[in-house]
């Protein structure tokens, strides 16, 4: 692909994120979907305009110890593709939460604590992904691999 193909793909996928941002800011009920236009850290990226936070996980803030595990973990889970966000379920710190499916249909919520790089938020998720939690510390995967969630 030359590299004016790649500049205006990348340019047509920011101008669709921006549009899907400007259709849903006025109605957090709609499904939003696009490819990120940046991952912030493990449970935030953004779609244009939208800032998303994933529903129902935590994960290691940029600056913490696993935090860039965790970021590029969701970056390679997303893979430059579009995903596709439930409508809004809450807000937090000026982002939208929403449960986001990749190009695959992987719950990347799921996904995260599936392979230990977030944990479950009870708090939100009413448990939604503790069996999966469990099983990522029992198999010590991503930040179980040292025994502690060092951002909690």
């Given at each position: 692909?030359?590299c004016r193909a790649v500049i205006l793909a990348a340019a047509l996928s920011a101008i669709v994120a921006t549009q899907a941002a400007a259709q849903t800011?006025?109605d957090p009920a709609r499904e939003i979907a696009g490819v990120p236009t940046s991952i912030t850290d493990g449970d935030t990226f953004r779609l244009g305009?939208?800032?998303?936070?994933?529903?129902?996980?935590?994960?290691?803030?940029?600056?913490?110890?696993?935090?860039?595990?965790?970021?590029?973990?969701?970056?390679?889970?997303?893979?430059?593709?579009?995903?596709?966000?439930?409508?809004?379920?809450?807000?937090?710190?000026?982002?939208?939460?929403?449960?986001?499916?990749?190009?695959?249909?992987?719950?990347?919520?799921?996904?995260?604590?599936?392979?230990?790089?977030?944990?479950?938020?009870?708090?939100?998720?009413?448990?939604?992904?503790?069996?999966?939690?469990?099983?990522?510390?029992?198999?010590?995967?991503?930040?179980?691999?040292?025994?502690?969630?060092?951002?909690?």
């Open positions: 692909m030359s800011a006025a305009a939208i800032r998303v936070r994933l529903w129902g996980v935590d994960a290691p803030e940029l600056a913490t110890r696993f935090g860039p595990a965790a970021r590029q973990r969701l970056a390679e889970l997303i893979d430059g593709r579009a995903v596709r966000c439930g409508p809004e379920v809450g807000r937090s710190y000026r982002r939208t939460v929403r449960a986001c499916l990749n190009w695959q249909g992987i719950d990347l919520s799921r996904e995260m604590v599936r392979e230990g790089w977030a944990v479950d938020w009870p708090s939100y998720s009413h448990g939604a992904y503790a069996a999966e939690e469990a099983r990522a510390e029992r198999a010590r995967a991503g930040v179980f691999a040292y025994g502690v969630q060092p951002w909690r």
